[in-house]
């Protein structure tokens, strides 16, 4: 199983600047990776696939990179509804097994 | 609008089974895969079973497999989540959820039903 890792736990941040989220997999999983937003009492909300592509209706301040083992989730300017917990998703396997990291709480500082 | 809508969820005696639903709409039902995501309280996402979009592909996580039975009803715009043997380490919301083609993201997901084990 692809054990995916994210750093920090917690990330506090004030508005208006930026957060970075790494996601690390245990094993390549090329550029079949996801990002999700998840606010408390609420299902989780696809924002980046691919890696890097932005979802449908997802704001340009949302920006995803990396590939194989390391990724990164930017937030470029923090708005008040970004304060979340963000889970990055691996989909690389056939058969499919996906496995999701374990969260990153971002909150205000 | 792409909907998805679980029901089902509930309180349940160790050893118990309960059948999970989530009817879809706005969107061809029968074209995409589907799947089961799970939520422990305060915990983080693990994903439970997919289904291809003419049930020919299954898939089930090690954690439930040989006791959950995922299926799908196109006809009916439905998904359906069969959990027998329940123990209360599988206590969480459950989210529907639709993938275009497996392996894929989720693209959409439904707000969750919650099934608690306890006795």
């Known amino acids: 199983e692809i054990v995916m890792t994210q750093s920090p736990a917690t990330l506090s941040v004030s508005p208006g600047e930026r957060a970075t989220l790494s996601c690390r997999a245990s094993?390549?999983?090329?550029?079949?990776l996801a990002w999700y937003q998840q606010k408390p009492g609420q299902a989780p909300r696809l924002l980046i696939y691919g890696a890097s592509t932005r979802a449908t209706g997802i704001p340009a301040r949302f920006s995803g990179s990396g590939s194989g083992t390391e990724f990164t989730l930017t937030i470029s300017s923090l708005q008040s509804e970004d304060f979340a917990v963000y889970y990055c998703?691996?989909?690389?396997?056939?058969?499919?097994?996906?496995?999701f990291g374990q969260g990153t709480k971002l909150e205000i500082k | 609008e792409v909907q998805l809508v679980e029901s089902g969820g509930g309180l349940v005696k160790p050893g118990g089974s309960l059948r999970l639903s989530c009817a879809a709409s706005?969107?061809?039902?029968?074209?995409?895969?589907m799947n089961w995501v799970r939520q422990a309280p305060g915990k983080g996402l693990e994903w439970v079973s997919s289904?291809?979009?003419?049930?020919?592909?299954?898939y089930y996580a090690d954690s439930v497999k040989g006791r959950f039975t995922i299926s799908r009803d196109n006809a009916k715009n439905s998904l359906y989540l069969q959990m027998n043997s329940l123990r209360a380490e599988d206590t969480a919301v459950y989210y529907c959820?639709?993938?275009?083609?497996?392996?894929?993201?989720?693209?959409?997901w439904g707000q969750g039903t919650l099934v608690t084990v306890s006795s």
């Open positions: 706005g969107f061809t039902f029968s074209s995409y895969s």
């Open positions: 094993q390549s999983v090329s550029s079949n």
């Open positions: 959820a639709r993938g275009p083609l497996a392996p894929s993201p989720f693209d959409y």
């Open positions: 289904i291809s979009s003419s049930s020919s592909y299954i």
């Open positions: 998703q691996q989909y690389n396997n056939w058969p499919p097994v996906y496995t």
